[in-house]
């Protein structure tokens, strides 16, 4: 784990950071862009990127690394902005998103240098990704993690609880899943689309440790990931969170799942946002 | 070369499978780097004995064969060649998307083993038949894609898929005494057809079971004083085009044939190539038809659905008849 002290006013500062350049970046590429669900993930990211993760700037295919896997690949916006806040993507490369012959669009496309270990968007792929790299760190007795971030909506995806029941039936303790637990999908909300009853219960069923929190508190997602290293299971992090969090238009807003920022809401939400560090929206 | 360590005769009649499964462990002994997967199909795969020797490089997934390819790409990452194993409709069709998306799209280095590919299970049905397999994942890019000719070349494509950390798909076919090919250790190169029988006037591009048919075949025609040419097409992809356009200039009637339904796969993408190059040659398309077939033996089947020798012989006369 990452020897830099946790400091919440840091991260609260790079978080709303990565919402404002988010909604910047959003709006120059002039489409529509998946802003709810990467707003969503925005404080876990931060954690991840700011505090937990243990790579090397400078030597992004560092074998000993750990490995952070979006399986919910279309918050693909909000991931190459964190990459981008933390000195992993360069500047240039985030300008280019959704650009003619960028290398970065709507969902990821693995790139080792920029920090995209694999390619994602279609929905059900990355648990079993992070179930073969935990497999494989385990075998060659390296010490580092694995961090897969699913949707909650993507848990309809058959192919996730097949890759639930392997980790647990492999025994694999270096893996930790989270569930971006925003409540909505594409068509409207996980209740009303396919709505998996308990679904921390339903992990634990699958030989899963979950621990609940609140998806936007640094404090909560720092002791949960701390939590997930001392327990002797795979561990899933269910993370309640609120689609499009910190805009009051687009919060819990589902035509922000795919939605396109003009320059008049950007400045809107921006200001909305503020610079104020101090500000404890963020933590609920 | 790993297949100088067996008998030939004695892997052609424990079958293509079961072939699979000691190549896999014979090759792990001398690269680390190798783990077999399976869901749930271990056993079938050959594989128990591997389990035996190398508990820590065996992983059984389970039955569930999306997961087998996407834990494989994972796998893959850290340097380790994963060979996964499964009947063929439950790998190519199953976890089509996982292929495309872990094979194809990342091209992550996982060797996939479609077990029992062709209509080699019989009275198991068209449920377990791989009647498309090669045509699905021809249809993804940048997948290579071998049809081993006998267990010789089962063993070879096994070595030498490992020789690239491209993503590789294999299908066996055949079954337990299926024919041989090879009488003893080949050469074998991805993407390098091989002159079993000299180009001739006609010639047979083959590949899988049906290269020792068309062997057959050849024979039989060439008693018809017929010069008649076999090349095992081994490779789908990538295709030997050198050896191709040779057969376009040299011959007067080109055979594809592959236990595969005809309309994609193998007769299909020699069709192509012809095509695009503008070639005038005639070609004779001999596969499964495009429809889910009747119940039968192996051997039934394959009369049936005039895969046998005569079949393709009397089909051959009759075009040159025309």
């Not at chain 1, 707003?39 to 931060?46: N, R, Y």
Request: net charge negative.
């Amino acid at each position: 784990m990452n020897e830099i002290s946790f400091n919440q006013k840091d991260l609260k500062s790079h978080a709303a950071n990565i919402r404002r350049s988010i909604l910047r970046i959003a709006e120059q590429s002039s489409g529509p862009s998946h802003i709810g669900g990467s707003f969503s993930i925005v404080e876990i990211l931060t954690y991840l990127y700011g505090h937990y993760l243990n790579i090397k700037i400078d030597d992004p295919r560092w074998m000993q690394r750990d490995r952070f896997i979006l399986s919910k690949g279309h918050a693909a916006l909000g991931f190459y902005v964190a990459l981008t806040e933390f000195g992993i993507m360069p500047e240039s490369v985030l300008e280019s998103y959704k650009k003619d012959e960028s290398k970065i669009i709507a969902h990821p496309i693995q790139d080792l240098d920029f920090g995209i270990e694999s390619s994602n968007g279609s929905l059900g792929h990355g648990l079993a990704f992070g179930v073969g790299l935990a497999w494989a760190t385990r075998a060659k007795n390296q010490e580092n993690r694995i961090v897969v971030l699913l949707g909650d909506g993507e848990c309809n995806e058959g192919s996730v609880w097949e890759a639930a029941m392997s980790a647990a039936h492999l025994q694999l303790t270096n893996i930790t899943a989270i569930v971006d637990a925003n409540g909505l999908q594409s068509d409207g909300t996980t209740e009303s689309v396919m709505k998996i009853n308990q679904i921390e219960n339903v992990w634990k069923s699958f030989g899963w440790e979950a621990i609940k929190i609140n998806g936007h508190d640094f404090t909560e997602i720092d002791k949960a990931f701390k939590t997930s290293q001392t327990i002797s299971a795979p561990v899933v992090i269910i993370a309640e969170t609120t689609k499009g969090k910190g805009v009051s238009f687009m919060e819990n807003n589902n035509e922000w799942h795919h939605g396109r920022i003009t320059q008049t809401l950007l400045e809107q939400a921006v200001s909305e946002i503020g610079s104020n560090t101090d500000d404890n929206r963020w933590s609920v | 070369m790993l297949s100088e360590k067996f008998n030939p005769r004695q892997i052609a009649r424990l079958g293509p499978r079961a072939t699979y499964g000691q190549a896999l462990l014979e090759f792990a002994k001398v690269n680390d780097s190798v783990i077999a997967m399976s869901a749930d199909l271990g056993n079938s795969s050959g594989l128990d004995r591997f389990k035996a020797t190398f508990p820590n490089r065996f992983i059984n997934v389970g039955i569930a064969e999306q997961n087998l390819v996407g834990v494989a790409s994972g796998i893959s990452q850290l340097g380790y060649v994963p060979y996964a194993s499964s009947f063929a409709p439950f790998l190519a069709c199953r976890a089509l998307e996982q292929i495309r998306m872990n094979l194809g799209y990342m091209a992550s280095n996982v060797k996939l083993v479609a077990i029992g590919s062709g209509i080699s299970m019989g009275y198991l049905g068209n449920s377990h038949f791989g009647l498309e397999d090669a045509g699905l994942i021809h249809a993804i890019p940048g997948i290579t894609i071998i049809s081993p000719a006998d267990c010789i070349e089962v063993v070879n494509a096994v070595e030498a898929c490992a020789r690239t950390n491209d993503p590789t798909f294999i299908r066996l076919t055949g079954l337990p005494n299926s024919p041989m090919v090879y009488e003893e250790s080949s050469e074998f190169e991805i993407g390098k057809a091989v002159e079993i029988r000299p180009i001739g006037d006609i010639t047979f591009v083959a590949s899988g079971s049906m290269v020792a048919t068309c062997l057959s075949a050849a024979k039989i025609l060439e008693e018809t004083g017929l010069s008649v040419g076999v090349v095992n097409m081994h490779t789908l992809r990538p295709l030997d085009e050198t050896c191709l356009t040779s057969i376009a200039n040299q011959s007067r009637l080109i055979v594809s044939a592959e236990e595969h339904a005809v309309t994609s796969g193998l007769n299909s993408v020699v069709g192509d190539f012809l095509q695009r190059n503008k070639f005038s040659i005639p070609q004779i398309k001999l596969g499964l038809p495009p429809k889910f077939l009747e119940n039968g033996s192996y051997e039934y089947l394959m009369k049936r659905y005039e895969l046998d020798a005569d079949s393709i012989v009397k089909k051959i006369l009759h075009e040159l008849k025309q």
